[in-house]
Each structure stands twice: as C-alpha cells, then as structure tokens.
C-alpha cells in the first residue's frame, strides 16, 4: 500500500507564473489535508477537502490559492501569480476518516522555489 | 485560538544519553490528541508518539516517552538512549477535530 504521493517534489516557478501542486491520498483514504511550511517554522494549516468538497479553508489566503479534490484523481494545490513569499515546501496529509483521533498521513512535500 | 510553542530552537545530546524537548500549547478544550512528529533531513513527517488528551497514562514507544501534564498544557518528549539516527527537527501538534496545529520545531543534534 503506497503511501501519500506529492509530485512534483520539487518546482521552480518565476514570478506571476502558475504552480500546481498535486497529492494522491493512500489507498481508501477521502479526507486530504495541505499544509505549508516556511523555512525554519512548524507546518501551517491551508485547507482541509473530502472528495468533491473543501471542508475548512480556514488557512488558505483569500487570493491566488485553491484547492481541489476531485471524484477522480488527485487533490491539486493552485497557486497563481506566484511571488517570492509563497516560496515555501507544501505538504499533504491523508486520513481515512475525519476526527480527533484520525492519524493523518503525511506526504513528502513539495519544495516551491519562486525566482 | 490554540498555540502550541516549542521553547528551544535547538537541542544537543550526546549519544546513548536521554534528552527532553519542551512543549506547551493553549487550548479551552478538553478533548485533543497531541502529537510529536520528526522531520529529518529528507523533510517527511514521520509520527513519533501521540496522546490523547482523556489519558491519564503517558504515552511511550520504545525509546520515546512523553510527560503530559494536562492541567499545565504541556507535552514534553522524552528520547532515551539517543542514537545517531534521532538527529533530526521535532515538532509539537495539537489536534482536535480537523484543526490540526505545529509548533515552530526543535532542531536535535546527536553528537557521537
């Protein structure tokens, strides 16, 4: 059973450019989490989506972010008009069930460089 | 709002020697899981050890123990016999619901 995949694993965008960030939960697993960590901080919550649906975007900025969890295939973190500050490794964690008590697994993380 | 801090920025411990990392977090709930997760050089978040909040009893895998002092919010790690491979930065998390919080991280250094 793979775990939580994230590619690319590492992306080099120029400023005001597009960056898609895709995660493919493990097996049976419907509940996607995407975090962000800054260099040298703890991870930050963005967005919490089950199939179809964006559950808590309580993190997420109100501009140039969003995410999806599509019936089919993976969740994509949308980024767009890129800038320097957005600079950061994205990771994505999956859960089988919602909950306190739900560990959620964690992917390998996306490494974002914005020139 | 619930915070969870990490005091030390950065820890050393010789090897085979015990180190504790600090964490305290603020909550007013009562139902919470709290977590320690290792991030080594490869950047995966790897579960150390987790509490539930109800539990009276502190957790303890192998060589990783936790003191969970619930009535002071705290929720420090204790690695025994510390090996090479513990180097890595730990993180604190709280977790009720979906709200799921990280503290900024503790850099552990194991000297042989």
């Not at chain 1, 590492?10 to 697993?29: D, F, I, N, T, Y």
């Not at chain 1, 559950?55 to 140039?64: L, N, Q, T, V």
């Amino acid at each position: 059973n793979a775990g939580v995949m994230q590619n690319p694993r590492h992306l080099v965008r120029r400023r005001g450019q597009e960056a898609r960030l895709r995660c493919s939960p493990m097996k049976g697993h419907s509940h996607v989490y995407w975090y962000r960590q800054l260099p040298e901080e703890g991870l930050k919550f963005m967005v919490y989506l089950q199939k179809e649906n964006i559950i808590d975007e309580s993190g997420m900025p109100k501009e140039r972010f969003s995410a999806e969890f599509p019936k089919e295939g993976p969740s994509i973190l949308r980024i767009q008009q890129v800038v320097r500050g957005d600079s950061a490794a994205y990771f994505c964690a999956s859960s089988a069930f919602t909950g306190t008590s739900e560990e959620q697994f964690f992917g390998p993380g996306t490494r974002l460089t914005v020139l | 709002a619930q915070t969870v801090t990490q005091s030390q920025p950065e820890m050393s411990v010789q090897e085979a020697e015990t180190v504790t990392l600090s964490c305290t977090y603020d909550t007013s709930e009562s139902d919470y899981y709290l977590f320690w997760y290792k991030q080594p050089p490869s950047r995966q978040m790897i579960l150390v050890i987790r509490q539930e909040a109800y539990k009276q009893q502190n957790a303890t895998e192998n060589r990783f123990s936790v003191n969970f002092q619930k009535a002071a919010k705290s929720f420090s790690l204790k690695i025994s016999d510390s090996q090479l491979g513990d180097a890595a930065m730990y993180f604190c998390a709280y977790r009720r619901v979906n709200d799921m919080r990280f503290g900024a991280g503790t850099r552990l250094t194991v000297k042989p």
